[in-house]
């Protein structure tokens, strides 16, 4: 029972509403538009689950190897740090968890496009392979883009702009371009999680060389750029919000503001890097309460 639990641990499911931000977003404009496929949308949610299982345990694994995850950490202790779970046993769930992502990715591709395009289908089953590959790379290897500063960049295209405009393309079979503004706004919002958790663990990420763009940039214009992030994610929302003419709406999706907000004044404020451990919670949990007043006023 106590190895069931250290696992149920690893796969740190408060991560998830995050990750399903994206594809609740794509599927919910989809069913606005009288779109929306049921199979479709368990299915990106199932293997969207896989993949973020998958990042979280090679992560655990990445950092642990290369001595990052250490008693210097301010963050939840990582199940092969505390010595939970062996290096062996989490590369066996790192390889479980690739398949069943490949296998659900592969399902949900071959529903969504089999009847169309051999171009797309083939398309976007190269673009499931460089997820998985993208969730494993981030800490693993020699040259692991999470330690150099790319992070961000990797999680703004994968749980905006992949997760949004993909899911709905699944549904569709269409792209439209005011997508790009709610792809980006979850994009934003899902790096600020990101450059929030760096910014927390700022001084032991530099000193075991994993130079996040926080580390690169220093704390100061690192809460500048996570301003940015926030009131670009704000901007771009409510931009799509306006164009698509529903004033009630609007005012709906204005609810979760004010916790962004106290987020920008935690993240200028802060006197110890321990505050903003509960914050990272708090704005992931944001990011999926907006996605989902926005598919309660579609319904409306």
């Known amino acids: 029972m ?6 149920i641990s690893a796969f740190r499911l408060r991560t998830l509403p995050l990750s399903l931000s994206s594809i609740l977003m794509g599927s919910i404009i989809a069913y606005s538009q009288e779109k929306f496929i049921l199979s479709i949308a ?3 949610i199932t293997t969207t689950v896989f993949l973020q299982v998958l990042s979280n345990l090679a992560n655990d694994y990445g950092d ?7 008693d210097n950490r301010i963050g939840p202790k990582r199940a092969v740090q505390s010595g939970a779970i062996s290096l062996r046993e989490m590369k066996n769930g790192i390889i479980t968890s690739s398949i069943l992502s490949l296998l659900s990715g592969t399902a949900l591709i071959y529903i969504g496009l089999k009847d169309y395009n051999l171009t797309y289908l083939v398309s976007f089953f190269v673009l499931g392979i460089t997820s998985i590959a993208a969730a494993i790379k981030y800490t693993i290897g020699k040259n692991p883009y999470g330690y150099a500063g ?11 702009i992949t997760g949004v405009i993909g899911t709905y393309f699944l549904h569709t079979h269409n792209f439209e371009l005011i997508l790009i503004l709610p792809a980006t706004s979850i994009g934003l919002l899902s790096a600020s999680v990101l450059n929030m958790n760096n910014m927390r663990d700022i001084k032991n990420d530099a000193e075991n060389n994993k130079k996040t763009l926080v580390v690169k940039m220093g704390i100061k214009n690192s809460k500048i750029y996570h301003t940015l992030l926030i009131i670009g ?4 929302f409510t931009t799509f919000l306006l164009l698509k003419e529903s004033s009630y709406t609007f005012f709906i999706c204005l609810i979760p503001l004010p916790i962004f907000l106290l987020n920008l004044k935690t993240v200028w404020s802060f006197k110890d890097n321990r505050e903003l451990d509960p914050e990272l919670k708090k704005l992931a949990l944001s990011t999926f309460l907006l996605t989902l007043l926005f598919g309660i006023s579609s319904i409306l």
Do not use: H, P, Q, R
């Open 42 to 44: 368990v299915l990106a």
């Open 64 to 70: 642990s190897k290369k001595g990052t995850d250490n």
């Open 233 to 236: 994610a704000i901007t771009s």
């Open 150 to 160: 790319l992070g961000d960049l990797f999680v703004f295209l994968f749980f905006g």
């Open 2 to 7: 106590s190895k069931v639990i250290s696992w």
